[in-house]
DNA sequence: TCGGTAAACGAACGTTCGTGCTATTCTCCC
DNA sequence: GGGAGAATAGCACGAACGTTCGTTTACCGA
């Protein structure tokens, strides 16, 4: 049963590959088998439908954004250097885990947002998770007086995604050089929201 | 010729409706048939290929944006006001074009970002369309001193297309029934930077 | 009213897809 | 080192896709 595991492993992390490029839907299991130099049905064998594929590809995604983003952001001090990290990282994941055709979590929002099934309730299952996760980091800043007392959590972990949705389109379809810098230009405002005025208080 | 431009438009309508559930790959010549009562060869005549149909489908999407989004708002007296009817009607268009899977541009979007073509190409291009006829309307809200001299235009464009992207993908694949609420408090957070600050510059 | 042209049809094509079956090869434990 | 069971290959299937072709129907100006 090692054999099994090992190839499994890696036809998914060159499905995460390849349907960061493709999307989800877009995934093809001849092309897949190719790829790795395996049969069709050789690797058919290991999920048994392309369905469970789908869903084991997002898991091991899901996966890979813990190691490379999730983990290493939650070394740094807690409150605003915290979520700096988190940004950071997140901004330059699809580089970091070599994912060439960009976030493929994006790729498959957009997807599968109309298509109900095993893979979307995954999907939604990973990105509420992803939100509050975020959300929580932003209330240990709150609590570390980073922040303000009556800043909505959950509120700026929407924002925050929204940035890396608008990176994420300027980036890959507009191919536009700025689109960090806009990014970065806008996290900054989005920090200095959050951070406590010294006047003014809505 | 003038019946076959009529059933070509009831076609791309049709199509614009389709494929803002399923995508423009996912679009099909044999379901959009069928869903018209039209043959598949038949409607294949009027185009000559997929991606063309592809191409005119996002023409006719963009008609429609123009017409239910644009020219009204562009109606509003310049300035913040004119912002906010853009941002409102906006927010609601697939309701007024009664597009039961959403932003048709979004989907494509995150499908095309990676596949080189005329559809791409066309997409690239009336997004950018968009992306600088929001800046001018903010340009016009500099110089009705509603907005801070210093301001960014792209970069606030950037910025409210981020806010959509945001609140589509929480309304869409979340079905979070705060997102309107969401998107809302985003943008007016947008606009508060916006806008001439009586104390600080940066 | 007639004739030419545009519009739509029906059937078939070559591919590609996911998915089963059966046989063969390989792995690992005793 | 041999045998059980897992892992993979080979092959074929049915369905759906875009596309082509020859034919038929509907329209409209002369």
């Not at 999907?123 to 932003?138: H, M, R, S, T, Y």
């Not at 570390?144 to 940035?163: G, I």
Request: positive net charge; proline residues 3%.
């Amino acid at each position: 049963m090692r054999k099994g595991e090992t190839t499994r492993t890696a036809i998914l992390d060159r499905a995460v590959r390849l349907a960061s490029g493709v999307g989800l839907g877009g995934l093809t299991i001849g092309k897949l088998a190719d790829d790795l130099g395996l049969s069709k049905s050789g690797l058919f064998a290991h999920f048994h439908s392309k369905e469970t594929l789908q869903v084991q590809v997002l898991g091991r995604a899901s996966h890979i954004f813990v190691q490379v983003v999730v983990r290493p952001a939650l070394a740094a001090p807690r409150g605003e250097p915290r979520i700096r990290a988190l940004f950071d990282r997140w901004l330059g994941w699809t580089k970091t885990a070599s994912l060439p055709g960009g976030c493929l979590f994006v790729a498959a929002a957009a997807e599968l947002d109309d298509r109900p099934g095993i893979v979307r309730d995954r999907l939604v299952a990973l990105q509420k998770e992803w939100l509050e996760l975020i959300a929580n980091v932003v209330r240990t800043g709150v609590d570390a007086k980073h922040f303000r007392d009556d800043l909505d959590a959950e509120q700026f972990a929407h924002d925050l995604y929204a940035v890396m949705l608008g990176y994420h389109h300027s980036a890959r379809l507009l191919r536009d050089p700025r689109s960090e810098d806009r990014a970065r230009f806008a996290f900054e405002s989005l920090l200095r929201l959050a951070r406590r005025s010294r006047r003014r208080s809505a």
